[in-house]
């Protein structure tokens, strides 16, 4: 797990970064719309999991390919909830 430290106007922040995460899987969910694209684009299914032993688990996502946009293919204000 990484820290930062931060002076803001002289208050000291520290921030934590969370571990460091790794791609494990991706898998293609085909050709979508992408809302903030505004065009059909490919999406990927992806795993990423901590690189050392750490209390957080497994991170789940669906991604555009082009543009990276996290749940890009839900409508605005939509929302996906995982079965874990």
């Known amino acids: 797990m990484s820290w930062q430290t931060l002076n803001l106007d002289g208050a000291i ?3 934590s970064r969370g571990p460091a995460m790794e791609e494990v899987k ?8 992408c809302f ?5 684009r490919e999406f990927f299914y992806i ?10 688990g497994p991170n789940v996502d669906i991604e555009c390919g ?3 946009t996290s749940d890009g293919d839900l409508f605005p ?8």
């Open 13 to 15: 922040v520290h921030i």
């Open 47 to 56: 795993v990423t999991a901590p690189i050392e032993p750490s209390y957080y």
């Open 36 to 40: 903030h694209c505004r065009k059909r």
């Open 66 to 68: 082009h543009c990276n």
């Open 26 to 33: 991706r898998e293609s969910e085909g050709i979508k719309w």
């Open 77 to 84: 204000g939509g929302y996906r909830e995982w079965e874990g």
